[in-house]
C-alpha cells in the first residue's frame, strides 16, 4: 500500500494545479486529478519493464487516451485534462539531479542524468504524439463517413 | 451594410482567437475554429493564419478583400475561460447568432474573474508541498516546499506585473524558492531534503501547457509554431537550471560545501 501512496500525492498536486490553472468546474477538477494519478499508478504498475523510457511512453499513452476520452464526452479540449494529468511524469527531478551534478563539476553525472531527462520528456512528447494522431485520423474518418449519404 | 457585416464578424473572430491563444489553446485549435465559425457565417472564402503571438484573417466577400490581424502579447493560461470560449465557438457554429450578442457572450466569458488570490496561493503551496511528498520528501519537507511555492507565486505574479520576460522571471523565482531550503541547511537545520524540496516547488515553474501543447501542433504540421514555443520551453528550462545553480554556487563560494 506504501508503494502507491505517491498516487494520492499526485492527486492533491493535481488539485493545487487545478487551482493553479484556474479550472472552475468540480467535475473537470475532479477528472483531470484522476488523470494525474492515473498516470503515476500506470508508471508504477510497469516497475517490471526495465527501461524508464517505456515507462514513460506508456503511462503517458494512457493518460492521452483517458484525456481524449474525457474531451470527447464532455465537449471540452483535451488540454485541460492532458495538462494536469502529464504532470506527475514530468521529469523535474531530472532536471534538478543534472543540474546538481553540474554545480558539483561531476561531468559525467551530468550528461547520464541530463540525457536520461531529455529522454523521458523524448517519450511523454512521442506519447502525446501517437495518441494525438490517432484520435485524429478517427476523427477525420467519422467526418468523412457522415459526409456520405 | 455587408460590408459593416462582414467587419463585425472579422472583429469577433479575431477577438475570440485571441482569447484562446492566450488562455493556452492549441494554435491548430484557434485557426480550425476561427475557419468554422467564418464559414458558419457564409464566409466561404476566408483565410486565417495564426502563430502564438499574431492572427491573420481574411475574408474575400463580394468585390471586396478585408482583412485584420491582431498582435497577441501575454498569455494568461486560464483553463476554465478556454473551455468556455471553445463552448462558445461550438455554439457560434451551431447557432449563428447576431454578431452583437456573441460578442456580448465573449466579453462576459473574458471578463469572469479569477479565483481569490489567497486560494491561488494556497494551490501554489500546495503544489508544490505535495509534490515534495510526491518525491519521496518528509512532512517537514513539504511545509518548507509550501512556503516555497508561496514565494514562487509572489515573485512570479510581481515580475509579470512589471513586465519582466520569461527568462527572467524564472530565473529570480527559482532562485529565490532554492534559497529558502539551501539557507535553512546553511542554518543547521538537520534532516530536511534539500532536493525534495526544490523539486517538488519547480514544478510549478515548468511549462505543462506549453510542452503539450508543442506536440500537438506539430502533429498538425504546424511547425513554426511548434519551433516558437519549444523555444519559449527550452528557455524556461534553463532559466530554472540557472535559477537552481545560482544559490548552490553561491554560498558554496561564500560558505563552504556542506
Known amino acids: 500500500m506504501e508503494r502507491y501512496l505517491p498516487c494520492l500525492y499526485a492527486f492533491l498536486a493535481c488539485a493545487g494545479f487545478s487551482i493553479v490553472f484556474e479550472i472552475k468546474k468540480p467535475l473537470f477538477i475532479f477528472l483531470s486529478c484522476v488523470t494525474g494519478a492515473i498516470s503515476w499508478l500506470v508508471y508504477l504498475l510497469l516497475g517490471g519493464l526495465e527501461s524508464e523510457v517505456v515507462r514513460y511512453f506508456l503511462a503517458t499513452i494512457v493518460v492521452s487516451l483517458l484525456s481524449e476520452l474525457f474531451a470527447r464526452i464532455l465537449k471540452a479540449p483535451a488540454t485541460i485534462f492532458l495538462v494536469i494529468g502529464i504532470v506527475p511524469l514530468v521529469p523535474g527531478g531530472g532536471l534538478y539531479y543534472a543540474m546538481d551534478a553540474l554545480i558539483n563539476a561531476d561531468y559525467i553525472l551530468f550528461a547520464q542524468k541530463g540525457v536520461e531527462t531529455a529522454a523521458c520528456a523524448g517519450a511523454i512528447a512521442a506519447g502525446v504524439s501517437v495518441v494525438t494522431s490517432i484520435v485524429r485520423m478517427a476523427a477525420t474518418k467519422r467526418a468523412s463517413r457522415q459526409q456520405k449519404p | ?258
Open chain 2, 1 to 258: 451594410m455587408h460590408s459593416k457585416q462582414v467587419e463585425l464578424c472579422l472583429n469577433f473572430c479575431c477577438e475570440l482567437g485571441r482569447q484562446l491563444i492566450r488562455n493556452g489553446a492549441e494554435i491548430y485549435r484557434v485557426e480550425e475554429s476561427a475557419n468554422r465559425m467564418l464559414a458558419a457565417y457564409g464566409y466561404q472564402e476566408a483565410e486565417v493564419f495564426a502563430v502564438p503571438s499574431c492572427i491573420i484573417m481574411s475574408i474575400h466577400y463580394g468585390e471586396r478583400n478585408y482583412t485584420k490581424s491582431v498582435r497577441v502579447k501575454t498569455s494568461a493560461n486560464n483553463l476554465d475561460k478556454l473551455d468556455r470560449l471553445n463552448a462558445l465557438c461550438r455554439r457560434v457554429c451551431a447557432e449563428t447568432p447576431e454578431i452583437g450578442t456573441a460578442l456580448a457572450e465573449l466579453k462576459a466569458i473574458v471578463g469572469r474573474p479569477a479565483y481569490p488570490v489567497w486560494l491561488s496561493y494556497f494551490g501554489h503551496g500546495c503544489v508544490a508541498a505535495f509534490f515534495t511528498l510526491f518525491w519521496g520528501g518528509h512532512f517537514l519537507d513539504a511545509m518548507i516546499a509550501f512556503l516555497c511555492g508561496l514565494i514562487v507565486k509572489a515573485a512570479v505574479g510581481y515580475m509579470a506585473r512589471l513586465n519582466a520576460n520569461v527568462f527572467f522571471i524564472n530565473v529570480c523565482a527559482s532562485m529565490l524558492l532554492v534559497m529558502v531550503p539551501v539557507a535553512l541547511t546553511y542554518a543547521g537545520c538537520t534532516g530536511i531534503h534539500t532536493d525534495k524540496i526544490i523539486i517538488g516547488a519547480i514544478m510549478l515553474l515548468v511549462p505543462g501547457i506549453a510542452i503539450t501543447n508543442v506536440m500537438r501542433d506539430v502533429i498538425i504540421g504546424d511547425f513554426m509554431t511548434a519551433i516558437s514555443k519549444l523555444a519559449e520551453v527550452l528557455i524556461v528550462a534553463m532559466a530554472i537550471a540557472v535559477g537552481i545553480a545560482i544559490p548552490f554556487g553561491l554560498a558554496r563560494a561564500l560558505f563552504g560545501g556542506i
